[in-house]
């Protein structure tokens, strides 16, 4: 019998990612981590916990001790190491179910036709209209969107906080901010600074409900609308975090243009993204960008040059560049000033 090559082998495994990533999610989904946290426990007895089938539970946890989550005893008792504890709540259980929910499942398998015709999304070949008017309909749908981004952002939130200097600002605005992540860091950290959330009507709304529960004396101001018609003005700085990479160029340099007009003298357009880069690396930008692409059709990251069109092209210049935690980095921007 030949054995198989290393070409093979790498193959094999890079196939198997799906599988690991159905296991993470739905031990995700479960809520395995959260339950095994405070003391290790047996199949049977995690089963129970779970309102699960222990034998099946035992294959789903066979897995995750081959992939690094969780250690078993001779007792078969199942602890958690380090990584697997990241699965918790609060710490990226939310990111793992979100991957592994069926309304973010589902539109990876039209991959290959959105690549053979653009004109509809891969999430809209799945289901039928675009994904932040799928979010509008389905409220679970949202909360599961928006706590997952919630805790991918938290991760770079306290970074955004150290890159740029807002000690002497009166008023900042989170564009497309989401559940309000970044501004209730920046909250307790500059408490002379005015923070406004501005998000569509359905996320503000999730969003005072999120705080309700997380942070009752957050001290953020809220505003709703369409980000290519307006945004809360003036202000020192606007957030423009993970917003762009949604959108194809001319959608994009609307939203900064909107901005532009309604910054202050001497404010600054704050853009948070990943910046793609040149070459064949493993880039996990590259990765979101197929996100990016099965999510949003023409959405795409972007490489620091196609951020600086980007900005010329909406009256901004590239003023700085920062790095944040997970990859992503600032660009700091400002009105452009004419040169004769
Ligand atoms: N900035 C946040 C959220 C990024 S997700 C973060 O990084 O954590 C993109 C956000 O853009 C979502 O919250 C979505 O509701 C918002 N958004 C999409 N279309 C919008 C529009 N037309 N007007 C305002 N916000 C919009």
Redesign the pocket.
């Given at each position: 019998m030949s054995h198989p090559s290393d070409a093979e082998q790498k193959l094999l495994q890079l196939l198997s990612g799906k599988w690991v990533t159905a296991a993470l999610a739905a031990a995700a989904e479960l809520g395995i981590a959260d339950a095994l946290a405070p003391a290790p426990l047996t199949a049977a007895q995690l089963a129970q916990r779970l309102g699960c089938d222990a034998t099946a539970l035992a294959r789903l946890l066979r897995v995750l001790c081959g992939e690094g989550l969780l250690e078993v005893d001779v007792e078969g008792c199942y602890r958690i190491t380090p990584v697997g504890a990241q699965l918790r709540s609060g710490q990226l259980r939310e990111l793992a179910r979100f991957v592994g929910a069926p309304f973010m499942w589902t539109p990876w398998a039209e991959l290959a036709d959105a690549l053979r015709d653009t004109q509809r999304s891969a999430f809209e070949r799945a289901h039928g209209h675009p994904?932040?008017a799928h979010?509008d309909q389905s409220p679970h749908d949202a909360a599961v969107?928006?706590q997952a981004?919630?805790a991918?952002?938290r991760r770079?939130?306290r970074a955004l906080c150290n890159a740029f200097d807002f000690s002497g600002l009166e008023r900042v605005v989170?564009?497309?901010?989401?559940?309000g992540?970044?501004l209730t860091e920046l909250t307790q950290r500059f408490p002379q600074l005015a923070c406004v959330l501005?998000?569509?009507p359905?996320?503000i709304e999730q969003a005072r409900a999120h705080w309700a529960r997380t942070d009752p004396s957050a001290r953020i101001e809220t505003d709703?609308?369409?980000?290519?018609?307006r945004v809360p003005a003036p202000a020192d700085a606007y957030?423009?975090?993970?917003?762009l990479h949604?959108?194809d160029d001319e959608h994009a340099t609307r939203?900064l243009r909107v901005c532009r007009e309604a910054l202050r003298p001497g404010g600054h357009v704050l853009i948070?993204e990943s910046l793609l880069l040149p070459g064949n690396v493993r880039d996990a930008t590259a990765l979101l960008d197929l996100e990016m692409l099965v999510l949003c059709g023409a959405g795409h990251e972007r490489s620091k040059p196609q951020f600086r069109r980007l900005l010329h092209d909406a009256g901004l210049s590239l003023v700085a560049t920062r790095p944040l935690a997970g990859g992503a980095r600032l660009l700091i921007a400002a009105p452009r000033v004419a040169r004769d």
């Open positions: 994904l932040f979010l969107y928006h981004v919630d991918f952002t770079q939130a989170d564009v497309g901010g989401g559940l992540t970044v501005y998000d569509r359905s996320v709703s609308g369409d980000f290519f018609e957030i423009v975090k993970h917003v949604n959108w939203i948070v």
